[in-house]
């Protein structure tokens, strides 16, 4: 039996980058697959066959993240369409880097909109479903910047240390009722997120990393396939670092 067999899992952002890697990854473990874009129709629905073609139940579904009606809306949708709701990852994600002498507010806002409330929308609304079948696993993608920080992604970096503090406080909160809340903190992915960086920046991070390279996002992808499975049944409000050796 496949690790995720007959599990509903719904991605936030994964037209793309981790979030698609995820979604394949889960596709491969027998994971249903509920995913959301907010703009990038053609590669959701591109990844919708794909995922489909797998044999298991997948969907794309148009959704902003930093939406609060907008998630409430999505989540019922799912439930009427896949039954259930088992895992919950929260990927989807922005940047918008600056200095902060030269960040304006609503750089700052929309980085934490997107980011962080995002992470608040759709854990409410997956909440309630959630106490109700005693058991469920929600995984936030954070980042080492949220860790340690990152001249010139001040915003960035508060959205995603934020999502620690929501992450520890939701395990704690949901703890009794064998609901888990984990996060994960990449380092450098190689996605379409990090081709916006200069090569040169890029090399000296692939150098700086104790692995010597680049993360992709199966490597991600397989960290939270560890924690969406019951091979992490005793594992909640950690902070996973999957960063090549970056914070070490
Ligand atoms: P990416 O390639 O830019 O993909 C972002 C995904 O999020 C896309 O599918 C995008 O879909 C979706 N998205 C953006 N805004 C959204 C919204 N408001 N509502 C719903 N979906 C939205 O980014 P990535 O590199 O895969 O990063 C994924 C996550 O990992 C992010 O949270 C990021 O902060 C985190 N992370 C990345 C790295 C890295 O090195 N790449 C490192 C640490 C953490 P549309 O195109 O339709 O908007």
């Known amino acids: ?73 999505l989540v019922a949708q799912v439930l009427e369409d896949f039954g259930g709701i088992d895992v919950l990852i929260n990927n989807a994600g922005i940047t918008k880097d600056n200095l902060l002498m030269r960040m304006g507010e609503d750089d700052f806002d929309k980085v934490i909109e997107i980011n962080l409330k995002s992470v608040f929308n759709m854990t409410k609304a997956v909440q309630r ?42 395990a704690l909160e949901l703890g009794s009722r064998n609901i888990r809340c984990n996060a994960i903190a990449p380092g450098f992915i190689e996605t379409e997120m990090t081709d916006k960086l200069d090569e040169k920046t890029v090399q000296g991070w692939r150098d700086a990393i104790p692995l010597k390279r680049g993360g992709s996002p199966e490597d991600v992808a397989n960290a939270c396939l560890f924690l969406a499975s019951d091979l992490s049944a005793y594992v909640t409000g950690q902070v996973l670092n999957v960063d090549g050796g970056m914070l070490t």
Do not use: H
């Not at 007959?6 to 596709?27: C, D, H, L, Q």
């Not at 995922?51 to 609060?68: R, W």
């Not at 079948?133 to 970096?157: D, L, P, T």
């Open 1 to 73: 039996m496949k690790l995720l067999e007959g599990k509903n899992v719904i991605i936030t952002g994964a037209s793309r980058g981790i979030g698609k890697g995820i979604a394949e990854v889960f596709g491969n473990a027998g994971a249903n697959v509920a995913f959301t874009y907010s703009s990038s129709e053609a590669p959701a629905l591109e990844l919708e066959k794909e995922l489909s073609g797998m044999g298991v139940k997948a969907k794309a579904y148009k959704s902003n993240a930093g939406s609060f009606a907008e998630s409430e809306e």
């Open 129 to 170: 479903t959630m106490l109700k079948q005693r058991k469920g696993s929600i995984i936030n993608m954070s980042s080492v910047v949220g860790v340690k920080g990152n001249a010139g992604q001040a915003n960035y970096a508060a959205s995603k240390a934020g999502m620690i503090g929501f992450t520890k406080s939701v």
